[in-house]
């Protein structure tokens, strides 16, 4: 069984981790800045540049690799894994170009790929970019220490203390939660870090979990050669339009993998730390595998960051504000960005988020209200009612906003539209005998979009527009005018425009 990558490159990386008593600028106290940030992943990347650019002084704080989960274990090695995997699939579905796909992946190939993604697990790229924007950095264990306070602690055991004139921004992100079953921890499971940085196929693979991390590596392992077996306790992707996940479990059904929903995991054993793995289900049945991953959700990082030193919770959620101000704490100082506010477990969301704050921390230590700027009103507030989602499985799932279920439980008098994607020509030119299907959620009483879903081969670029008219709050009447270009699958628009326009007809006329 494999290792996480932390471990097998920390003595290499080490020697480019930028000491504390190194950084520029820094006492041998450690300094005063205007703001500290804590996790140095694209969150707190995104924050830091934010509040360098209002002229304020910045101390980052990273116990691990500077660019963070996102970069070394998640969406950069999932998404550089899965496209050899998504382009094979999709030649495959083009006559002329299947008959030259003869053999299986080069798994060493694809590995290797991933491994340039990633530098090899060396962060020394991105610690440059740090330091590059005015950044001091520091490599250490970062922990609150009472009010605008953190102690960092090396590895080494030394001890230093930043104080923040104005915020602490706290971007420490999540990590895998795995469930209370007997043996799961001699059992040793993958989590999402294993099933990114490893670099042997298991003959045999058992997911367990069927939200977006569970099916892209259902996705990916399954093309890559193993035998995937896939547990889920309700449809898969359940937070999306019903249809998403359908289509991904007949995608994935007809690659081969064996997807089994309504099966729970009641125990796991592993005697021999070298041999297979055992599962034992709620339906009495047992599976033997090389390997199990679990994909059941994830836990904040917040139980080791002092959050008791402010009155705070350890290991919680932080509640925040529309500028991510951690709710509960006096003195406007404390931000929770990206996972540890719960709000959207997603990077992009997390980036936007912390410019966002990054804004508003800049505003608030220069004394000026928070909607005054050349972006407009409310441009230091995040937004949370048009939230992106792409999961890139076979076919991909993408979703904005609402799903008709929660559009009608908000209160939202709502109408769907439905169509097939081969409605559009591009769809048929893009794949032969192309699969997938789109979901308009309509405001009746304000003629705008409170969601779309897309499920189809290449819908993850179709998303952003969708996006664009689900923030934006663009009329139906006003999207019409949208021209799609003829023969691409984004045409789906204009069929969904006016489909919604001829039931809008019927509805008036009946």
Same mark, same amino acid.
């Given at each position: 069984m494999s290792?996480?990558?932390?471990?097998?490159?920390?003595e290499?990386n080490?020697?480019?981790?930028?000491?504390?008593?190194e950084a520029?600028?820094?006492t041998?106290?450690?300094?005063?800045?205007d703001?500290?940030?804590l996790?140095?992943?694209?969150?707190g990347?995104?924050?830091?540049?934010?509040?360098r650019a209002?002229g304020?002084?910045?101390?980052?704080?990273?116990?691990?690799?500077?660019g963070?989960?996102?970069?070394?274990?998640?969406?950069?090695p999932?998404?550089?894994?899965?496209?050899?995997v998504l382009?094979?699939?999709?030649?495959?579905?083009?006559?002329?170009?299947?008959?030259a796909?003869?053999?299986?992946?080069?798994?060493a190939?694809?590995?290797?790929?991933?491994?340039r993604y990633?530098?090899?697990?060396?962060?020394?790229g991105?610690?440059?970019?740090?330091?590059?924007?005015?950044?001091?950095l520091f490599?250490?264990h *970062?922990?609150?220490d #009472?009010p605008?306070?953190?102690t960092?602690?090396?590895?080494? $055991?030394? +001890?230093q @203390? !930043?104080? %923040? &004139?104005?915020?602490?921004?706290?971007a420490t992100?999540?990590?895998?939660?795995?469930?209370?079953v007997?043996g799961?921890e001699?059992?040793r499971?993958?989590?999402n870090?294993?099933?990114?940085?490893?670099?042997t196929?298991p003959?045999?693979?058992?997911?367990?979990? *069927?939200?977006?991390? #569970?099916?892209?590596m259902?996705t990916?392992w399954?093309?890559? $050669?193993s +035998?995937? @077996? !896939?547990? %889920? &306790?309700?449809?898969?992707l359940p937070r999306?339009?019903a249809f998403?996940g359908?289509?991904?479990?007949?995608?994935?059904?007809?690659?081969?993998?064996?997807?089994?929903?309504?099966?729970?995991?009641t125990?796991?054993?592993r005697?021999?730390?070298?041999?297979?793995?055992?599962?034992?289900?709620d339906d009495g049945?047992?599976?033997?595998?090389d390997?199990?991953?679990?994909?059941?959700?994830?836990?904040p990082?917040?139980d080791?960051?002092g959050?008791?030193?402010?009155?705070l919770?350890?290991?919680?959620?932080l509640d925040?504000d529309t500028t991510?101000?951690?709710?509960g704490?006096?003195g406007a100082?404390?931000?929770?960005?990206?996972?540890?506010?719960?709000?959207?477990?997603?990077?992009?969301?997390?980036?936007y988020?912390?410019?966002?704050?990054g804004?508003a921390?800049?505003?608030?230590?220069?004394?000026r209200p928070?909607?005054?700027?050349?972006?407009?009103?409310?441009?230091?507030?995040?937004?949370?009612?048009?939230?992106?989602?792409?999961?890139?499985?076979?076919p991909?799932?993408?979703?904005?906003?609402?799903?008709a279920?929660?559009?009608?439980?908000?209160?939202h008098r709502?109408?769907?539209?439905?169509?097939?994607?081969n409605?559009a020509?591009?769809?048929?030119?893009?794949?032969d005998?192309y699969t997938?299907?789109?979901?308009?959620?309509?405001?009746?009483?304000?003629?705008?979009l409170?969601?779309?879903?897309?499920?189809?081969?290449?819908?993850?670029?179709?998303?952003?527009?969708a996006t664009?008219?689900?923030?934006?709050?663009?009329?139906?009447?006003?999207l019409?005018?949208?021209?799609?270009?003829?023969?691409?699958?984004?045409e789906?628009?204009?069929?969904?425009?006016?489909?919604?326009?001829?039931?809008?007809e019927?509805t008036?006329?009946g």
């Amino acid at each position: 069984m494999s290792e996480p990558n932390t471990e097998r490159n920390a003595e290499r990386n080490a020697e480019a981790h930028t000491a504390p008593s190194e950084a520029p600028g820094a006492t041998e106290d450690g300094g005063t800045y205007d703001v500290i940030v804590l996790g140095a992943g694209p969150v707190g990347q995104n924050v830091a540049d934010r509040a360098r650019a209002a002229g304020l002084s910045v101390a980052v704080v990273e116990r691990e690799l500077v660019g963070g989960e996102c970069s070394y274990w998640a969406c950069v090695p999932s998404k550089a894994l899965l496209r050899p995997v998504l382009v094979v699939a999709d030649a495959r579905r083009v006559d002329g170009a299947r008959q030259a796909v003869t053999g299986r992946l080069d798994d060493a190939a694809v590995f290797a790929r991933r491994n340039r993604y990633v530098t090899d697990w060396d962060d020394s790229g991105q610690a440059l970019w740090v330091k590059s924007i005015g950044a001091d950095l520091f490599r250490g264990h *970062g922990r609150l220490d #009472g009010p605008r306070r953190v102690t960092v602690t090396r590895d080494d $055991g030394a +001890r230093q @203390t !930043l104080v %923040a &004139r104005h915020a602490v921004a706290l971007a420490t992100g999540s990590r895998p939660a795995l469930p209370a079953v007997p043996g799961i921890e001699e059992a040793r499971p993958w989590t999402n870090r294993h099933a990114t940085d490893s670099s042997t196929v298991p003959g045999r693979l058992v997911v367990v979990g *069927g939200g977006g991390v #569970g099916v892209e590596m259902a996705t990916l392992w399954q093309g890559l $050669g193993s +035998r995937v @077996t !896939l547990l %889920a &306790r309700r449809r898969l992707l359940p937070r999306m339009e019903a249809f998403a996940g359908e289509l991904v479990t007949q995608g994935l059904t007809e690659a081969g993998a064996d997807v089994r929903i309504g099966v729970q995991v009641t125990a796991v054993r592993r005697p021999d730390p070298d041999g297979p793995v055992t599962l034992t289900l709620d339906d009495g049945g047992e599976l033997e595998a090389d390997e199990v991953l679990f994909a059941t959700g994830r836990t904040p990082g917040t139980d080791d960051i002092g959050l008791e030193t402010v009155g705070l919770t350890p290991g919680s959620w932080l509640d925040v504000d529309t500028t991510c101000l951690v709710d509960g704490v006096e003195g406007a100082w404390l931000y929770g960005l990206g996972d540890v506010n719960h709000r959207a477990l997603l990077t992009h969301q997390g980036k936007y988020q912390a410019r966002t704050a990054g804004d508003a921390i800049g505003a608030r230590a220069a004394g000026r209200p928070l909607d005054d700027g050349d972006w407009g009103d409310h441009a230091t507030t995040a937004d949370r009612h048009a939230v992106p989602q792409v999961f890139f499985t076979d076919p991909e799932a993408g979703a904005v906003g609402l799903t008709a279920e929660q559009a009608a439980a908000a209160g939202h008098r709502v109408e769907t539209v439905d169509l097939d994607l081969n409605a559009a020509q591009g769809a048929n030119l893009y794949a032969d005998g192309y699969t997938g299907h789109a979901r308009l959620v309509v405001d009746v009483d304000r003629d705008v979009l409170l969601g779309v879903t897309m499920v189809g081969s290449g819908v993850s670029e179709l998303l952003h527009a969708a996006t664009v008219a689900v923030a934006g709050e663009v009329p139906l009447k006003r999207l019409r005018h949208a021209v799609a270009p003829f023969p691409t699958i984004s045409e789906i628009w204009v069929f969904l425009v006016a489909a919604y326009r001829r039931q809008r007809e019927q509805t008036d006329a009946g």
